[in-house]
């Protein structure tokens, strides 16, 4: 069968004004970047936060780098510690990195200079609704996803939580990246199909990458 992009691959899609899709962008590194994920759970667990409104959260959270998104009954709050463990957050390792900010740079954002990596853990079913990334002090930096194992739908939409959204298929080793015009629009993820992938058995992980301070 003729293979269209056999050869060609990272390629990228634009979603909007300042976003877009690097398809298969992280692909290479992806069980680099899996094995370092483990090493970072083996340090501060993956957990499922309980929201301000009293909700747990479908999708289970750890962190890396100087600073960790977290949220509590107090609120969403980025901080040096995870409070489950009490422990500092371990460092972001230099691929994470190097990755994240090659792939900031390969969508016109140059100078990206991350602080946070949240790692999110998805099940069948788990599901994270329409929001804004918008707890961030420097909205100029972008935000760079990467996706990893079972592909979920994203919702990319606009800036009301009501307006209409593009929905995109995330496959292994895909990073969005968004910033400028588009960093505060709305995006979430639908509920995860249950399925095996071969790299990460009945999960999806997505690394958020971003400049919290
Ligand atoms: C997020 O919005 O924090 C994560 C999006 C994703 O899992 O792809
Ligand atoms: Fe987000």
């Keep these: 069968m003729l293979d269209l992009f056999s050869g060609e691959a990272p390629w990228s899609e634009p979603l ?37 409104g009293g909700h747990r959260m479908s999708v289970a959270m750890t962190n890396c780098g100087d600073f960790g998104w977290s949220t509590n009954a107090r609120g969403y709050q980025y901080s040096r510690e995870d409070e489950e463990s ?25 100078g990206f200079n991350p602080d946070a990596c949240l790692i999110n853990r998805y099940e069948p079913g788990a599901k994270l609704t329409l929001h804004q990334d918008k707890d961030e002090k420097d909205l100029r930096q972008p935000i760079v996803s990467v996706s990893l194992g079972l592909p979920a739908i994203f919702q990319f939409g ?43 058995g009945a ?8 400049r919290a301070f």
Aim: proline share 7%; glycine share 8%; net charge positive.
């Design 203 to 210: 999960f999806r992980y997505n690394l958020t990458f971003r």
């Design 16 to 52: 909007a004004e300042g976003a877009q899709v690097l398809r298969r962008y992280a692909l290479a590194q992806a069980d680099a970047l899996l094995a370092e994920i483990e090493n970072i759970a083996a340090l501060n667990p993956f957990y499922h936060r309980i929201t301000p």
């Design 158 to 200: 606009g800036f009301e939580r009501d307006a209409a959204t593009q929905r995109i298929l995330l496959e292994h080793g895909d990073v969005v990246v968004w910033g400028g015009p588009s960093r505060l629009r709305y995006h979430g993820i639908l509920p995860l199909k249950a399925g095996i992938h071969p790299q990460c």
């Design 86 to 110: 009490g422990s500092r957050w371990p460092p972001m390792p230099a691929l994470f990195r190097s990755l994240a900010v090659a792939a900031a740079k390969e969508a016109g954002f140059s």
